[in-house]
């Protein structure tokens, strides 16, 4: 466990749905991001939020919509996907500056997405 | 703009055996990590490396970092099959926001 909690742990979805994707952490983290990973690409940064604001968008399709409504949980809504968004989902949290409040970022279970 | 890459990405190795895998990165990163992730599961941080010539161990691992030659390296000694797993290093990024940037990951296989 390390703290940063994911929900649900799969999905499938078709292309029409709608659905979201939740993450969770009670570590004091001020910082909290989305990754994708898939098979043919490495570990790829999607959303950073910083104190609640979001700081960093990795030219992400706005098919994908996230939401921080606080320091303790992000969101990702999903709508109109594409079945090569079939990926492994990954939530982090960490402090904001990795190196002086806490080195290191924290990783949930991930959502193990797929779209049909 | 920050790149990572790791080699090998695939490595079979017999258990008792050494191995070491490589991380290097395009441009500086004051702080090197090494994480492993086990097969539908999270990332688990295994090291944080801050400055140059760091060096640290775990078990039966261990992770420097070298940075003026922009690497860093993960040796495996005497290898059990319970460090079968896939091995990932990240470098953060300088100014703004930092992030991690992941590399592809190194896929260890350990065989009785």
């Known amino acids: 466990e390390t703290g940063v909690t994911q929900t649900p742990r799969h999905l499938v979805m078709g292309m029409t749905n709608k659905k979201s994707l939740k993450c969770e952490q009670h570590l004091g983290h001020n910082a909290m991001y989305w990754y994708k990973q898939s098979a043919k690409k490495p570990l790829e940064l999607m959303f950073v939020?910083?104190?609640?604001?979001?700081?960093e968008n990795n030219s992400v399709p706005s098919r994908f919509s996230p939401e921080c409504p606080n320091s303790s949980h992000l969101f990702l809504h999903l709508h109109t996907l594409q079945p090569e968004d079939s990926a492994l989902y990954l939530c982090?949290?960490?402090?904001?500056?990795?190196?002086?409040?806490?080195?290191?970022?924290?990783f949930g279970q991930g959502t193990r997405l797929t779209v049909v | 703009e920050l790149k990572v890459e790791q080699n090998p990405l695939f490595l079979s190795m017999q258990e008792g055996k050494n191995y070491t895998i490589y991380c290097n990165y395009s441009t500086t990163s004051d702080r090197l990590y090494w994480y492993r992730q086990d097969p539908g599961k999270s990332l688990e941080s295994l090291f944080v490396?801050?400055?140059?010539?760091a060096v640290k161990q775990e078990g039966r691992l261990m992770a420097s970092l070298d940075t003026k030659a922009r690497l860093s390296t993960l040796h495996i000694t005497a290898a059990v099959h319970d460090l079968s797993a896939t091995y990932f290093c990240?470098?953060?990024?300088?100014?703004?926001?930092?992030?991690?940037?992941f590399g592809k990951g190194t896929k260890l296989t350990v065989n009785p």
């Open positions: 990240a470098g953060v990024t300088q100014g703004g926001s930092e992030k991690l940037v």
């Open positions: 490396l801050l400055s140059n010539g």
């Open positions: 982090a949290s960490s402090h904001p500056l990795m190196g002086r409040g806490g080195p290191e970022a924290f």
């Open positions: 939020y910083n104190f609640k604001e979001q700081t």
